[in-house]
């Protein structure tokens, strides 16, 4: 089946600090989403990704969709205490059905 | 909040029960979808249904089935559980699951079976 690599697994940064992750497939999807889970919550949605080569901002996280339709990546500038969490990519097919998820990305900040 | 309610929020039983989940998608919302996400395999589509009817299936276990109802609120059917369906079980819904339409996430149903 398909799946959907994601890296890194997890990172430990600095308040302030830029972070990047990215998702990689060796299947097509017609769809990127990205988003973002805490304890005891589920995923949370961050940014949607429709189109091959799209760039979408909201606030200070970005993401791109790729020109292959096959990777993904997902920035967040200026990281702050509550960015921590778990980050996941997902990917979709045209008719909308079923997401595939990345492993997750955990993101941890130091003040 | 994203507007999918999920009750209970927490289930404990033994192996060989069964338990139902439920979910109620976001107002407007046609679709609505469950995942499980475990350990060690992460998040994992399970079936789809719109406005009543069975869409998309994934890789779902026999001794689990769902079905919508026509407020549109849904539920899991979990039988003859096993120390393995241990698990968050999340829903998810959307308006009418087309591709373009992203799938907003309920707070999950956290299973334990002892």
């Known amino acids: 089946g398909q799946q959907l690599n994601q890296s890194p697994q997890s990172m430990f940064i600095q308040e302030g600090e830029d972070v990047s992750m990215n998702c990689t497939s060796s299947?097509?999807?017609?769809?990127w989403l990205w988003y973002k889970q805490d304890p005891g919550e589920g995923p949370v949605l961050l940014i949607a990704?429709?189109?091959?080569?799209e760039l979408t901002s909201n606030g200070r996280l970005t993401a791109q969709f790729g020109i292959t339709r096959k990777d993904s990546f997902l920035n967040i500038s200026a990281s702050i205490p509550s960015d921590v969490g778990i980050y996941f990519c997902?990917?979709?097919?045209?008719?909308?059905?079923?997401?595939?998820f990345g492993g997750g990305t955990r993101l941890m900040v130091k003040p | 909040d994203s507007g999918v309610t999920q009750t209970p929020k927490h289930l404990i039983t033994a192996t060989g029960q069964r338990v139902t989940l439920r979910c109620s998608p976001r107002s407007g919302d046609l679709s609505v979808y469950w995942y499980q996400q475990s350990l060690d395999q992460g998040l994992q589509f399970l079936i789809q249904?719109?406005?009543?009817?069975?869409?998309a299936k994934g890789n779902i276990l026999e001794r689990f089935s769902a079905q919508q109802f026509p407020d549109l609120h849904s539920e899991l059917n979990l039988s003859s559980l096993e120390l393995g369906d241990s698990a968050l079980y999340f829903c998810?819904?959307?308006?009418?699951?087309?591709?373009?339409?992203?799938?907003?996430f309920g707070d999950g149903t956290r299973l334990s079976i002892l």
């Open positions: 249904y719109y406005n009543g009817e069975e869409r």
């Open positions: 997902a990917g979709g097919n045209n008719a909308g059905n079923m997401l595939t």
């Open positions: 990704l429709y189109k091959a080569g």
């Open positions: 299947s097509i999807f017609n769809t």
């Open positions: 998810a819904s959307s308006e009418t699951g087309g591709g373009r339409q992203p799938q907003h």
